[in-house]
Nanobody, 115 residues
Framework: VQLQASGGGLVQAGGSLRLSCATS????????MGWYRQAPGKQRELVAT???????NYAESVKGRFTISRDNAKNTMYLQMNSLKPEDTAVYYCHAIFNGWNSIWGQGTLVTVSS
């Protein structure tokens, strides 16, 4: 299984971006997917997760602004980020748990929000 994240970039405060995380591979079943982020000098933190069935969970700091979703037909997870703030600047990573307990990370995509 491989994860490929994309969609990062530079945006002004108040703007929007949509991140994508495409999955590839064979003979796997994904249980949970999520987005994490790591700002300079800080630890990686949870942004949002989505499990099979569609239940979602968000960090308090992004609730009401970010939306996580999955398109199973396209094997892709998304993170729609609206009303971006400078403190959202970070490298964003996608993550998946598959075939029960296996964990995998995608490469990061940089999001920079200017004030």
């Amino acid at each position: 299984v491989q994860l490929q994240a994309s969609g990062g970039g530079l945006v002004q405060a108040g703007g929007s971006l949509r991140l994508s995380c495409a999955t590839s591979g064979s003979s796997f079943r994904i249980n949970t997917m999520g987005w994490y982020r790591q700002a300079p000098g800080k630890q990686r933190e949870l942004v949002a997760t989505i499990i099979n069935g569609g239940t979602t969970n968000y960090a308090e700091s992004v609730k009401g602004r970010f939306t996580i979703s999955r398109d199973n037909a396209k094997n892709t997870m998304y993170l729609q980020m609206n009303s971006l703030k400078p403190e959202d600047t970070a490298v964003y990573y996608c993550h998946a748990i598959f075939n029960g307990w296996n964990s995998i990370w995608g490469q990061g995509t940089l999001v920079t929000v200017s004030s």
